[in-house]
């Protein structure tokens, strides 16, 4: 099944998570809005001063050098009186601009003279004066339901008073992986280890991953390679959990047990993926047995290796966990640069090669394309999207994705 077809499939499962939550705003960031934040006033409230300097009326200076008295003196969060003709008034930055007056003139172009103030240069109507409204108008919505919430999206709530929002309720998520080959770092050392075995990366990254998606996450463990040790943890996390994850165990091999595990308890949807690194890939629902939630829970598995696993996740994972929470805009952004590299053989898969951007915003290509070699992830800063079949000449047009959008 090609990539696009295997998203389509994932995304058409994806049902929002049930009843939102409120939260403090100040606690919201990377939260998924639940709906539209509508303003229920103007901001700003009123017309106000761009600069610290004199508000004046432009007919009462008609050239440089003019004198006019000052009047009066208005601070942020003071409304001054109307201004009298032929006099200015002293304003600050962010204070309400008087009725009457029609441009701010900066301090910078005034001067003190004679108890009032020198003009020194012709104000034109509407200069530093911030309109009312021109930020956000009353009853427009500033944020749509959908929305990930970002620290300026924060701010922009906290602007039309919204102290609290209601937010998609996170993900709960069990993580696992398989394999008797798997040791947890830190509980045997470097010099000790069985022959064969090697430490557990996938969980690591993969937990990261998920919790700056806003999940919650259960760290269900190494799971051996057998099959009804299998089937009993994906029992008991389907009882709590919207979405089980597994690294590992989803290929067709005898000690491969997590494919027919997900057939006994639910059912499997795809498991083949036309893409490099990242072929193996299992989807699924797994029946809720004894528990207070409804349905099923949703099941991936992905490959063992750490670099086909994580670029697995980002593909396939990071959207499908984005829409559970309402996120309906899930594709990250593509850019076309120039490579720095060339490929000498097409491969029959869609590839995602490891790359990083040079001084010049050429892509240079990491030296070990192979899906074991995490090395390539931490050095490169995007990933490039290659069409099957299709070699890459020096100087081509490719279509970079940075990794910046994907771990965001």
């Known amino acids: 099944m090609s990539l696009d077809d295997a998203l389509e499939a994932v995304l058409a499962m994806a049902a929002r998570v049930d009843a939102p939550q409120t939260v403090d705003t100040f606690d919201a960031d990377g939260r998924v809005l639940w709906e539209d934040a509508v303003s229920e006033l103007r901001v700003p409230p009123l017309d106000n001063s761009a600069m610290d300097g004199y508000a004046v009326r432009c007919a009462d200076v008609p050239k440089a050098g003019i004198v006019l008295p000052v009047s009066q003196r208005i601070p942020a969060g003071h409304v001054g009186a109307p201004l009298a003709p032929a006099t200015a008034a002293r304003i600050f930055t962010g204070a309400p601009v008087p009725q009457g007056a029609d441009a701010i003139v900066m301090q910078e172009d005034t001067e003190p003279a004679d108890g009032g103030v020198r003009i020194n240069a012709v104000p034109k109507a509407g200069q530093w004066i911030r309109r009312a409204g021109e930020d956000i108008a009353l009853g427009s919505t500033i944020l749509k339901a959908g929305t990930r919430l970002t620290p300026a999206a924060l701010g922009l ?234 070699t890459i000449a020096k100087g081509d047009i490719v279509r970079y994705i940075p990794l910046a959008e994907l771990l965001q």
Not at 186 to 207: C, E, H, K, Q, W
Not at 254 to 271: Q, R, S
């Open 157 to 390: 709530a906290a602007s039309i008073g919204l102290g609290q929002v209601q937010v998609a309720r996170k993900p709960r998520v069990a993580l696992f992986s398989t394999g008797d080959e798997l040791v947890t770092p830190g509980t045997v050392a470097p010099g000790d280890m069985p022959p064969g075995s090697i430490y557990n990366s996938n969980r690591y990254f993969l937990r990261a991953l998920l919790q700056r998606l806003g999940c919650e996450v259960t760290d269900c463990g190494i799971v051996p390679d057998n099959r009804e040790a299998t089937i009993r943890v994906m029992q008991d996390a389907a009882r709590s959990h919207d979405l089980i994850l597994s690294t590992a165990g989803v290929s067709v091999g005898e000690e491969d047990h997590v494919k027919p595990a997900v057939e006994y308890l639910g059912e499997l949807n795809l498991w083949k993926i036309s893409m490099k690194p990242g072929k193996p890939f299992a989807f699924g629902q797994i029946q809720r047995s004894g528990s207070s939630l409804e349905g099923s829970a949703h099941f991936m598995g992905l490959p063992g290796n750490p670099v086909s696993s994580f670029v697995t996740f980002l593909m396939l994972v990071r959207p499908f966990i984005l829409r559970l929470q309402g996120v309906q805009d899930v594709a990250p952004r593509v850019f076309p640069v120039r490579a720095h590299f060339e490929t000498r053989a097409a491969d029959t898969r869609r590839e995602f090669l490891r790359v990083r951007q040079n001084e010049d915003g050429a892509v240079e290509l990491f030296s070990n394309q192979s899906s074991g070699v995490l090395t390539s992830a931490v050095w490169g800063d995007g990933l490039v999207d290659n069409p099957a079949m299709t």
